[in-house]
Nanobody, 112 residues
Framework: QVQPVESGGGLVQAGGSLRLSCATS????????MGWYRQAPGNQREFVAS???????NYADSVKGRFTISRDNARNTAYLQMNSLKPEDTAVYYC??????WGQGTQVTVSS
């Protein structure tokens, strides 16, 4: 098994976009819900978005209409397309499979 590995974070101006990727092994990815979570300094980790193995999606109210989660089953990779970014989106973003397998996180910083 390969733990999820996030990539794609960085520094972006408010209003900009980033796409995060989460790659893992097939055994972890294939039949599990993939989720994105984030944690800002001083805050608890919070849910951002999730996608089931069948493709059903769910979003936190704070990101609805701006973020899109997707998955590529051939590549065992989940994505989080983030548009219209705001400074309050600044956080470390974590990928999780079935809330059991967690990545190390990738930093997203949105400047005003």
């Amino acid at each position: 098994q390969v733990q999820p590995v996030e990539s794609g974070g960085g520094l972006v101006q408010a209003g900009g976009s980033l796409r995060l990727s989460c790659a893992t092994s097939r055994s972890i990815f294939c039949c599990n819900t993939m989720g994105w979570y984030r944690q800002a300094p001083g805050n608890q980790r919070e849910f951002v978005a999730s996608i089931t193995a069948g493709g059903s999606t769910n979003y936190a109210d704070s990101v609805k209409g701006r973020f899109t989660i997707s998955r590529d089953n051939a590549r065992n990779t989940a994505y989080l397309q983030m548009n219209s970014l705001k400074p309050e989106d600044t956080a470390v973003y974590y990928c999780a499979a079935a809330l059991r397998f967690w990545g190390q996180g990738t930093q997203v910083t949105v400047s005003s």
